[in-house]
């Protein structure tokens, strides 16, 4: 099970409170945790990523294990802590200054 | 016993203000939606517990809401918004050739008569039709295969679809306007799409009578004339009596003829409402005083309506879609601020009172009027 951390808009717009878990296939990739987001939250897709292209939106980034993942590809395989479940993925809202 | 709900979408979030006939007293709800821009907030002439919402945010992107219970409560609805085909290219500032990208969704306009049936505008400029509750989109691919669509480009704004106009008496025809293109007519639902901007002069452009690339900000009508339209130009009001086929301009003894807003009197076909903004460079009033002006003859002579309104160190700015009237009588004006005020007035504008002031800045106003 994978553990998925949503930006604070994107958890009301799904209604959930905190962290989600979800069932991934394996290998967990970046790909397939945000194509089991969209499926168990179908409000949440193209927010985080194209609809059609899957290209990640701009603003939007990825963490996991104190490693930005925002910019590898996303058939990368996610650390081993976030497979095991000691660490969650964490999608966040990049920071906009001003 | 007749009531008023105001839907007033802003830069964070949606509020729904409520009140009875006599717009006196006025309870705020919101808001909804908090943190997300509210483009747009309508409701369904059809059902007007059916209110549907344009949410967008510069982070996540378009998401589409929907509520069948006059705002209690939301479902997000569908919110992929793809060209048709190959989406080609319009012109960019510069003038060189940029693919067509959707933005967000600036104007939602439900059906007369069937509340599953709703419009959208969006940028970059097209028009999108859901025939489910707004579950999914098409486009109307017509418009942008108009052959002008290449020529078309964005004004400070974007290049924006923001008003949608349907014929209360024949449903194959509606009106929509594009900043910075101009405005379309069909006649057939939608299929094909002409450009109706003759008589529109704009000093801005190579060629000041184009068939497009007018900064078109809105666009009003009374549903009795449907023939009958009043633009607020970039610059300029103008007026059509042929559904566009000819526009001439009404704008007579206004301090300034720019602004963004225009909209009719429910019950008076010829007496219309702007606020001149001072300039394209100062979106603000004239002088620091608030004023909208009203024409009780389709324009060119205008009178200045203040009472209520601020007459000093007033420097919000009135957005294209944040003007709307009731159809009480007598008729109520509503219009909101990039200050957050939204002031109406329950007399056709004779007298005005901020029904809420401290909101985010307004991007639009609707007005549903409950029976």
Redesign the interface.
């Given at each position: 099970m994978i553990r998925v951390v949503l930006?604070?808009?994107?958890k009301?717009?799904a209604h959930v409170q905190d962290e989600v878990v979800l069932d991934v296939e394996d290998p967990p990739t970046i790909g397939s945790i945000l194509d089991a987001v969209e499926d168990h939250y179908p409000?949440l897709?193209?927010?985080?990523r194209d609809?059609?292209t899957h290209k990640r939106?701009p603003?939007?980034r990825f963490f996991a294990c104190e490693e930005d993942l925002s910019h590898v590809s996303s058939d990368t395989v996610v650390p081993a802590a976030v497979i095991a479940g000691k660490e969650p993925f964490l999608i966040v809202?990049?920071l906009?200054g001003g | 016993m007749s009531g008023v709900r105001v839907l007033a979408g802003t830069r964070k979030g949606a509020f729904i203000l409520t009140s009875d006939g006599a717009r006196n007293r006025w309870e705020v709800n919101g808001p909804y939606?908090?943190?997300?821009e509210m483009y747009h907030i309508k409701g369904s002439p059809a059902d007007p517990n059916r209110i549907y919402a344009s949410q967008s945010?510069?982070?996540?992107?378009?998401?589409m809401q929907r509520s069948d219970d006059a705002g209690k409560t939301w479902v997000?609805v569908g919110?992929?918004f793809?060209y048709d085909g190959v989406p080609g290219t319009h012109q960019w500032y510069d003038g060189t050739p940029h693919p067509w990208e959707f933005k967000r969704v600036w104007h939602l306009e439900p059906s007369l008569t069937d509340p599953d049936l709703v419009y959208a505008g969006v940028e970059d400029a097209a028009i999108f039709k859901s025939t489910d509750g707004g579950m999914t989109w098409a486009e109307m691919p017509g418009l942008r295969g108009h052959g002008s669509g290449p020529r078309w480009q964005p004004g400070a704004g974007g290049l924006c679809l923001h008003t949608i106009l349907l014929d209360p008496k024949d449903a194959q025809r509606m009106f929509i306007a594009i900043s910075a293109a101009g405005a379309f007519r069909t006649d057939d639902g939608g299929e094909t799409w002409k450009a109706i901007n003759q008589g529109l002069r704009s000093q801005y452009i190579p060629d000041p009578n184009a068939e497009v690339g007018h900064c078109v900000h809105r666009i009003a009508m009374h549903r009795s004339r449907p023939n009958t339209l009043f633009m607020q130009k970039h610059w300029d009001v103008m007026r059509t009596d042929n559904a566009g086929d000819q526009w001439t301009e009404v704008s007579g003894n206004l301090p300034t003829d720019f602004g963004f807003v225009i909209d009719v009197h429910a019950h008076e076909p010829e007496t219309i409402y702007v606020v001149p903004i001072k300039s394209d460079s100062e979106h603000y009033p004239m002088d620091g005083a608030l004023r909208v002006y009203r024409s009780r003859t389709g324009g060119n002579e205008w009178e200045p309506l203040t009472k209520g309104l601020p007459q000093e160190n007033c420097f919000v700015n009135v957005l294209r879609d944040s003007m709307s009237v009731d159809q009480l009588d007598p008729c109520g004006i509503y219009f909101g601020t990039t200050g957050g005020q939204v002031y109406a007035s329950s007399d056709g504008g004779d007298s005005w009172t901020a029904i809420v002031h401290d909101l985010p800045p307004v991007l639009s106003v609707e007005v549903q009027t409950l029976s």
């Open positions: 930006p604070p808009h994107l009301v717009l409000m897709a193209g927010t985080i609809h059609v939106r603003f939007v809202g990049a906009a | 939606f908090g943190g997300w945010s510069g982070w996540f992107g378009q998401t997000p919110n992929k793809v």
